[in-house]
């Protein structure tokens, strides 16, 4: 299947953990990249290749991958990591999908 | 300093035509595949379309094919996608992106579709 499942909404409390999954058969054959997309801004990357990170990108951010599932964690999440989160990958036949997108609350 | 500036968006009925441009400077454009993204309002990302460095290559999400076409004029580093026969669902904001992979966006371009 081409699609990517995330969790619509995720909340955590300053200082705590944060983790969003993204879930799709794509996913165990291909890289995996992550966006933040702050409102009225473009989306930035925030890890590429499953678990790399680009430089300027706090280490508080990470990648993993597992199986079918990879997983964004932001740790020691503050108020300014308050964002939409989308998962992006290449399906098969040279098509690429976005998943659906967490909100993050941190409050 | 890496820049895409997207045009073109506006207002159009149900049936129409737009055509979108990206002006891209600051990287080598005929050195890199280019993407088209929309986002409709309060919604998510939804990868619409992407070409080849050389334009020899193109790629179309379902619901557009037949009715958009992505194109490229690496002379005047700049990225189009003509959308046709558009639909009240094409309504959104149109973004050019930098890679098939993505690392850079730009702004955006909003096409509003409604009678």
């Known amino acids: 299947s081409y699609e990517l499942t995330q969790p619509s909404s995720v909340s955590v409390s300053p200082g705590q953990t944060a983790r969003i999954t993204c879930t799709g058969d794509?996913?165990?054959?291909?890289?995996t990249r992550w966006f933040q997309q702050k409102p009225g801004q473009a989306p930035i990357v925030l890890i590429y290749?499953?678990?790399e990170r680009p430089s300027g990108i706090p280490d508080r951010f990470s990648g993993s991958s597992s199986g079918t599932t990879v997983t964004l964690t932001i740790s020691e999440a503050q108020v300014e990591d308050e964002a939409d989160y989308y998962c992006?990958?290449?399906?098969?036949?040279?098509?690429?999908?976005f998943g659906g997108g967490t909100k993050l609350t941190v409050l | 300093e890496v820049k895409l500036v997207e045009s073109g968006g506006g207002f159009v009925q149900p049936g129409g035509s737009l055509r979108l441009s990206c002006a891209a400077s600051?990287?080598?454009?005929?050195?890199?595949?280019m993407t088209w993204v929309r986002q409709a309002p309060g919604k998510g990302l939804e990868w619409v379309a992407n070409?080849?460095?050389?334009?020899?290559?193109?790629y179309y999400v379902d619901s557009v094919k037949g009715r958009f076409t992505i194109s490229r004029d690496n002379a005047e580093n700049s990225l189009y996608l003509q959308v046709d026969n558009l639909r009240a669902e094409d309504t959104a904001v149109y973004s050019c992106?930098?890679?098939?992979?993505?690392?850079?966006w730009g702004q955006g371009t909003l096409v509003s579709v409604s009678s």
């Open positions: 992106a930098r890679g098939r992979d993505i690392d850079f």
């Open positions: 600051g990287f080598t454009f005929s050195g890199y595949w």
């Open positions: 070409i080849k460095y050389d334009g020899s290559e193109k």
């Open positions: 794509v996913v165990a054959k291909k890289f």
């Open positions: 290749r499953d678990s």
């Open positions: 992006y990958s290449a399906a098969e036949n040279n098509i690429w999908v």
